[in-house]
């Protein structure tokens, strides 16, 4: 079992940036793929950025790439997501996830990939 704790968010002006982190418990961080996932009033929750467990491969969605940048610290069992020129659809609730294993990179946009969840974070971007 791991426990996930986001934190960092909160309200910047369109433009502005923020930075997320994602604490995990235990002593297998380096084990596990993470990834964030985001939901906005209204809307299903949809995958944002992932990395695999040695940082080699990272993913994201189209509509970030370029702005956000997903990064881990093994050593800190921490994962962040750096998110640049934030724009008023950027606004969600922003998740980590944690997964045993991902079969391989199509899979880690899958929500079902992931088996562990935190509790989310608020980010408000305003125009």
């Known amino acids: 079992q791991v426990q996930l704790v986001e934190s960092g968010g909160g309200l910047v002006q369109a433009g502005g940036s923020l930075r997320l982190s994602c604490a995990a418990s235990g002593r297998t961080f380096s084990s596990y793929a993470m990834g964030w996932f985001r939901q906005a009033p209204g809307k299903e929750r949809e995958f944002v950025a992932a990395?695999?467990?040695?940082?080699?491969?990272?993913y994201y969605v189209g509509s970030v790439k370029g702005r956000f940048t997903i990064s881990r610290d093994n050593a800190k069992n921490t994962v962040y997501l750096q998110m640049n020129s934030l724009k008023p659809e950027d606004t969600a609730v922003y998740y980590c996830?944690?997964?045993?294993?991902?079969?391989?990179?199509?899979?880690?946009?899958?929500?079902?990939?992931?088996?562990?969840w935190g509790q989310g974070t608020q980010v408000t971007v305003s125009s």
């Open positions: 996830a944690a997964a045993n294993t991902v079969s391989g990179g199509r899979y880690y946009v899958r929500l079902s990939e992931y088996d562990y």
């Open positions: 990395i695999s467990r040695s940082a080699i491969n990272t």
